[in-house]
């Protein structure tokens, strides 16, 4: 059973521990010319031929071990291929298969997301077949390839997924992701017009393009395609809330073909992209977040009950998809199917998106230079997997996370922790940040906004080849005029700050639509204020579950900002600081202030309010004990 309240892994497991601190393997069982490798062509239900790798063991059958990737299933990538035939002199059955439209599979173009629910169910069902076929099937990777493992892990055959930086989609994100979306769908995949050069060396490339652009303007409701109006003509009858979520409901019931096509009618396009995809909320609503395209489906309770195969979900303290991690966890442990809801288990590492995050103390901790490849992990997959066939999951600790500041691996019965208590971190005068609330009227803070100049993005929870993912020193950005900052005094002991962070905000602004910026940090002794955790809020989306509503210049509205979450020790001498801004460019693109309207962008006056009447705050899980 496990303890009641949080403590160290390496007291718990500490074999586990060192599988994640250090990747010790287990000796193999077989030599590398012993492994067979063969590639194959796997048909999908509709005849599209997929290229598959096979690592065989010498064994007559085996447990198998895969994954579904858009990023080429071998070609020249060393760490992958090591990663399979490590597992494969292991004995397991190691199989990479190229998604439809990518590397060396059919056709000739690749439609992002579209058809991966199907063909990811029908990989699963041929393996089924297979003569070497022994009944275990667990799968791996990251991103993209751990949403193909979610649709993987809707074939009753599976025994167990282990998706990193990945989620079902039920999160909610009101602004969209800019940076490296137009590099990454100008070259994953095959295509008109697809560059040569790879997304990580193109958004270098383009970077003068990128800067120059992604200004949002839409309007509230935007009109429909043609395509869409014909199809579907009693659309015009309907209010536009209505008619988005009449949308969402049939695109929910279509073949995957289907969804491609009408992704291309409601967009305009030939072939579906990433930016595609991160634009559909205008045709289906702020509600239908980016990553639901894999499993599309209705009703939340009925997706996480799609799901036959327990989890080890795999997430990181600064990766961009934290957040839909995280609400993917609450899903399936509240409303999953029974045994997959108990042997889901969640690992939170204090890294980003495949890259080092969390670097303070790097020098002395072994764990946070490690890159996070697949043969880094395969040690901790072996153990993961031993445990699944073994029937013995209940030796896993529910959730390990890692506290940074004190830079430890720890345990906990559930996320958030239970020992946790939601505690306010109030926002007053001269900029300090208390835990009294306001008791003086009328107190407030203004900065001007202008989209022409936005509050860049200088690390955090991003995916970026040019910007620096994790912990970076924001103290520069911190001092601009549109930024405004509130610090606590120095701390007398140590607070740990584990779980859920959430902004309340009281503001106002002169634009019809804008966005505010929430960030928390680590201020050192030494003057560094160290990047926690941010988050965003496009204040027409202010009303998360109901309809989209442009502002009221000058009135005052109380928001909520979600910042995801976090788990960090803040040592005795430290300050917790908060910052305000609108813009956290280009990470996401930044808002033209204009409600939708024709015309250039127009700067706007925010007002920040922190009186007893409008007590802004910041909501803190502090671990009590």
């Given amino acids: 059973m496990e303890p009641a309240g949080p403590q160290l892994l390496s007291d718990l497991a500490s074999e586990l521990e060192r599988s994640l601190s250090r990747g010790h393997l287990p000796p193999p069982k077989f030599s590398v010319s012993a492994i067979q490798c063969q590639t194959v062509q796997v048909g999908m239900r509709d005849g599209t031929q997929l290229a598959t790798d096979l690592y065989l063991p010498p064994l007559e059958a085996a447990p198998v071990v895969c994954l579904r990737t858009p990023y080429g299933r071998s070609l020249d990538d060393n760490a992958l291929v090591a990663s399979l035939i490590s597992f494969a002199r292991r004995g397991y059955i190691a199989i990479s298969q190229d998604c439809r439209g990518t590397g060396e599979s059919k056709p000739d173009h690749w ?9 990811s169910f029908d990989f699963i069902e ?17 991103s993209y390839v751990g949403q193909t493992q979610w649709c993987m892990a809707t074939h009753p055959a599976m025994s167990t997924v282990v998706p990193n930086m990945s989620g079902l989609g039920v999160a909610r994100n009101t602004a969209h992701l800019y940076m490296l979306a137009n590099a990454y769908s100008r070259s994953v995949g095959k295509g008109q017009n697809k560059s040569a050069v790879p997304y990580y060396e193109l958004e270098r490339l383009i970077l003068a393009e990128t800067l120059s652009g992604g200004y949002f303007n839409e309007p509230l409701h935007a009109p429909f395609a043609p395509e869409l109006l014909d199809q579907y003509p009693h659309l015009r009858r309907l209010s536009p809330d209505a008619a988005k979520r009449f949308l969402w409901e049939q695109y929910c019931a279509m073949s995957c073909a289907e969804r491609a096509c009408f992704v291309k009618a409601a967009r305009g396009v030939n072939e579906v992209t990433a930016e595609d995809v991160e634009s559909l909320g205008a045709v289906f609503g702020h509600i239908i977040s980016h990553d639901a395209l894999t499993i599309p489906e209705v009703d939340p309770a009925t997706l996480a009950l799609r799901i036959s195969a327990p989890p080890l979900i795999r997430t990181g303290w600064y990766d961009w998809g934290l957040n839909d991690a995280l609400a993917t966890w609450d899903l399936l442990r509240k409303r999953g199917q029974a045994r997959v809801a108990a042997r889901a288990r969640l690992l939170i590492t204090p890294y980003a ?6 670097h303070e103390g790097v020098a002395h901790q072994q764990e946070l230079m490690r890159q996070q490849t697949m043969l880094n992990m395969t040690a901790l997959l072996l153990r993961w997997f031993e445990v699944i066939q073994d029937d013995s999951v209940e030796s896993w600790p529910t959730v390990i996370y890692y506290l940074m500041g004190a830079n430890q691996w720890r345990t906990a019965t559930d996320w958030p922790l239970p020992q946790s208590r939601e505690t306010p971190l109030y926002l007053n005068s001269a900029g300090m940040l208390t835990f009294d609330p306001p008791e003086g009227p009328n107190a407030l803070d203004c900065y001007t906004y202008d989209p022409a100049n936005p509050t860049p993005t200088v690390g955090g929870s991003i995916v970026s080849y040019v910007y620096p993912p994790g912990s970076v020193d924001v103290n520069e950005v911190q001092g601009r005029a549109d930024v405004l900052v509130f610090d606590s005094v120095p701390l007398r002991e140590d607070l740990d700050v584990v779980g859920p962070l959430r902004m309340v905000l009281y503001a106002s602004s ?4 804008t966005d505010f910026v929430t960030r928390l940090s680590d201020v050192f002794p030494d003057g560094r204020a160290v990047q926690l955790q941010s988050g965003i809020l496009r204040a027409r989306y202010r009303n998360l579950d109901g309809k989209a509503e442009l502002l009221e210049p000058g009135r005052i509205y109380r928001l909520e900002i979600d910042l995801w979450g976090t788990a960090n020790r803040f040592k005795a001498g430290h300050r917790l600081r908060v910052d305000i801004s ?20 127009v700067v706007a006056q925010q007002m920040i309010y922190h009186d007893s009447e409008h007590p802004s705050h910041l909501i803190l899980s502090i671990l009590q004990g």
Avoid: C
Avoid at 353 to 358: F, K
Avoid at 510 to 513: E, G, K, V, Y
Avoid at 582 to 601: K, M, Q
């Fill in 126 to 142: 041929w393996v089924t077949r297979q003569k070497w076929f022994a009944g275990f099937i667990g799968s791996m990777g990251t």
């Fill in 111 to 119: 439609d992002y997301y579209m058809y991966e629910m199907e063909d």
């Fill in 582 to 601: 609108s813009a956290d460019f280009p990470h996401y693109d930044r808002n033209s202030n204009r409600g939708g309207l024709t015309g250039e962008p």
């Fill in 353 to 358: 998106h495949n890259v080092p995050g969390y």
């Fill in 510 to 513: 002169t634009a019809l639509d």
